[in-house]
């Protein structure tokens, strides 16, 4: 009796692990199919190019702030600050305004 519960216990094991074995070759065959290649080709093509095109459309947008900056700057230069009468000088690029008697010139 007991042989035959421990000659039981082997043999359910053993179907266990071969059905187990056997579902897992199959994915591992089915992911490596041509087909199954192709699939993941194209799942990862398409996550691609929407990673691309975000990519981009951010690239554009942070493009037009930094343009909207650097044209700011050159209408700066353009126009300078009046002049309240004090001696100053404007250094080009930005409104950097130095008083004279304050920089040691």
């Known amino acids: 009796m007991r042989r035959l519960f421990w000659l039981s216990v082997g043999a359910g094991a053993g179907v266990y692990a071969t059905h187990r074995v056997k579902r897992k070759v199959e994915r591992v065959v089915q992911a490596w199919s041509p087909e199954g290649v192709a699939a993941r080709a194209v799942t ?7 990673r691309l095109r975000g990519f981009a459309a951010d690239v554009r947008v942070e493009m037009h702030a930094r343009e909207a900056e650097l044209r700011e700057a050159v209408r700066m230069d353009q126009a300078p600050p009046e002049s309240d009468g004090a001696r100053r000088r404007v250094l080009r690029g930005r409104y950097t305004i130095i008083d004279d008697d304050k920089d040691g010139h």
């Not at 990862?44 to 929407?50: F, K, L, M, N």
């Open 44 to 50: 990862a093509g398409q996550s691609t190019g929407a």
